[in-house]
């Protein structure tokens, strides 16, 4: 079974800082990895992915995530917040043996970036 | 959102009541999921297809069935809806068994 952990419900950062927003995951065998952000009333957006490769991962809007296998983790960080940022960011986990569909999401987590 | 409409946007219904939602995609991609988001949940996957009269079962399927007659289209039908029902539901699709892209998503109330 895959799961997908984010522990922190919520994130709060100033504008300009450097924000990181957690994940970690269980899969068997090596893991396709995502992050896509929600802003309200709105569907998910894809952010970036890991399949392979470089730990880190570049994405839309600045993001950038790093797959670290030893700590089973792929954070969601970025070098200096904006306001704009503030939205709800979800990580999910595949087996790559499963089609997309059968992605695991976590339970997501608020970011807000405060002026 | 990609080419994906969702309707209705928002639905009230009664508890025991037949409810179809819609999903139509104009980007001729293979997959079509279902979810249900809710909080402290996340997302969690209702049902998926794979092709025309192609489906199967996500984690969270029972109350629920589907159809896909067209590529185009799939819509979820709850029988006989209950409270437990209430959420909001968002269509994915996706051309490779990489990423998702979602539709804006239902507002559904069973009261």
């Known amino acids: 079974a895959q799961s997908v952990a984010q522990p922190e419900d919520q994130v709060n950062v100033a504008e300009g800082n450097p924000l990181t927003v957690k994940c970690t995951y269980s899969?068997?065998?090596?893991?396709?990895l995502f992050w896509y952000v929600q802003y309200p009333n709105r569907g998910l957006q894809f952010l970036l992915k890991y399949i392979t490769g470089d730990n880190l991962v570049k994405g839309s809007y600045g993001f950038e995530a790093e797959f670290n296998k030893s700590q089973t983790s792929f954070h969601l960080k970025k070098p200096s917040a904006l306001v704009s940022d503030s939205a709800l960011y979800f990580c999910?986990?595949?087996?790559?043996?499963?089609?997309?569909?059968?992605?695991?999401f976590g339970d997501g987590t608020t970011l807000t970036v405060k002026p | 959102d990609a080419g994906i409409t969702q309707s209705p946007r928002h639905k009230v219904t009664e508890t025991g009541t037949p409810v179809t939602l819609r999903c139509h995609q104009t980007?001729?991609?293979?997959?079509m999921y279902w979810y249900r988001q809710d909080p402290g949940h996340g997302l969690r996957l209702i049902h998926y297809?794979?092709?025309?009269?192609?489906?199967d079962k996500g984690e969270v399927s029972d109350g629920y069935s589907v159809s896909r007659s067209k590529t185009e289209d799939f819509l979820l039908t709850l029988e006989s809806a209950t409270s437990s029902q209430t959420s909001v539901y968002f269509c994915a699709i996706s051309a490779t068994n990489e990423k998702l892209f979602f539709g804006s998503g239902t507002q559904l109330s069973v009261l």
């Open positions: 980007e001729n991609h293979r997959y």
């Open positions: 899969v068997s065998g090596n893991p396709y």
């Open positions: 999910a986990v595949r087996d790559p043996n499963t089609n997309a569909g059968k992605s695991t």
């Open positions: 297809s794979y092709g025309v009269k192609d489906t």
